[in-house]
Structure formats: C-alpha cells, structure tokens
T-cell receptor, first 116, second 112 residues
Framework: GAVVSQHPSRVICKSGTSVKIECRSL??????MFWYRQFPKQSLMLMAT?????????EQGVEKDKFLINHASLTLSTLTVTSAHPEDSSFYIC????????????FGPGTRLTVL | ELKVEQNPLFLSMQEGKNYTIYCNYS?????LYWYRQDPGKSLESLFV?????AVKQEGRLMASLDTKARLSTLHITAAVHDLSATYFC????????????FGTGTRLQVFP
C-alpha cells in the first residue's frame, strides 16, 4: 500500500534554531500535502496545506513566516520551523491524499520536536 | 467554521462491555473518517464513511454515519485491552479538497 514517510522522527534543538521536517510520499505523487500539529493529549490541528508548484495555504492563526512550507516536488513537502521556541515543541504529522477528492489519505509517522 | 466534537473525551471500560463513542459535526460534509492513535504514534485508519446511512464493521468496532443529524458513531462490542487507544473522527471539508478537521478525540482505556 501507499506509504508516507517523515524525517526526522525525533529532533531536539536549542531555542532560536531552525528545524526542517520532510514529508515524502513513497509510491505515489501528491500535489497536495497537509501539515498537522498535535500537542500532548490534544487533537490534531491543521496548520497548512502544502501545494506543489504554488504557495502553501495556512490556517487561521498559523504564522506563515514561522512555519515555512515548501512543496519541492510531487513527492516531497518540507516544513521548516524557524527560530524555534519551547512552545513550538509538539508532534508534527503530515498527510497526503492519493488523488484529488479521494477518500484515501495517508498519514506520516510523525516528528516529535522538542525545543530546549 | 467547521467544528467536530466527540464524546466522551475519556472512557474507561471493563473488558467484555459495549460502548459507543459519538462524533458530532457542525456543517455539511460528505466524508467522515475514524482513526486510532496509540501513544507516541501516528494515526491508523479505521473507517471511511462516504454516505448517509453508511455502516462499516471491522472486528469489535462498528462505525455509522447519519449525515442529516451530522452524527457518526463508533460502537465497541465486547471490549478487549488491545482496543485501548485514542480514537479520532475527522470530517472532510466539503468543497475544500481533502482537508480534514479532527474531532477532540476519545481516550479509551479497557481494563480487566
């Protein structure tokens, strides 16, 4: 079946540094990918929609200059957390639908970010 | 703004018992998903419900959808410890390609 990977699975960084998280669709092309953030014991909150070949669409309240999204190819989207702070510590999960208006959406394994 | 609410938020139940988790959403949608999440892990897809009256079953779990009431249920039959996890429903944003809004989640704990 289709698989979505994320790298790294876990990252610890110092406050003020930038961290890049990759999301790849391994055996299908994804013109759209989604980035979610999940704080402990909470639900997944959609941060942004990553669009191949165009700018990402951010949800209300998400700072686009802080969370940079680049959909470099049909199989890769990256999320860069710039000048990370402890409050950015969270579990970041990407997803990719296989096709358009599809009922099949695949989730990555997640990236645990800890900012010291 | 689409809101998706689940209840209960936390459920502690004895093995062998039955229970239902409810998922209410606030606006029209044409797709509803149920996911399972184990601690520290990502999501595992359980069910996709695509139409009013849809019912799907897998093992001890059964999901249904009533689009007129904007309600989905996840019914657990004869619970076992392995079902302990957090369960999320998610609603497709109609007319907005594939964007999902997640429910608040239900943390299920099954004890002997």
């Amino acid at each position: 079946g289709a698989v979505v990977s994320q790298h790294p699975s876990r990252v610890i960084c110092k406050s003020g540094t930038s961290v890049k998280i990759e999301c790849r669709s391994l055996d299908f092309q994804a013109t759209t990918m989604f980035w979610y953030r999940q704080f402990p014991k909470q639900s997944l909150m959609l941060m942004a929609t990553s669009n191949e070949g165009s700018k990402a669409t951010y949800e209300q309240g998400v700072e686009k200059d802080k969370f940079l999204i680049n959909h470099a190819s049909l199989t890769l989207s990256t999320l860069t957390v710039t000048s990370a702070h402890p409050e950015d510590s969270s579990f970041y999960i990407c997803s990719a639908p296989k096709g358009v208006r599809t009922d099949t959406q695949y989730f990555g394994p997640g990236t645990r970010l800890t900012v010291l | 703004e689409l809101k998706v609410e689940q209840n209960p938020l936390f459920l502690s139940m004895q093995e062998g018992k039955n229970y239902t988790i409810y998922c209410n959403y606030s606006t029209t949608s044409d797709r509803l998903y149920w996911y399972r999440q184990d601690p520290g892990k990502s999501l595992e897809s359980l069910f996709v419900l695509l139409s009013n009256g849809a019912v799907k079953q897998e093992g001890r779990l059964m999901a249904s959808l009533d689009t007129k009431a904007r309600l989905s249920t996840l019914h657990i039959t004869a619970a076992v410890h392995d079902l302990s996890a957090t369960y999320f429903c998610a609603v497709d944003m109609k007319y907005d390609t594939d964007k999902l809004i997640f429910g608040t989640g239900t943390r299920l704990q099954v004890f002997p």
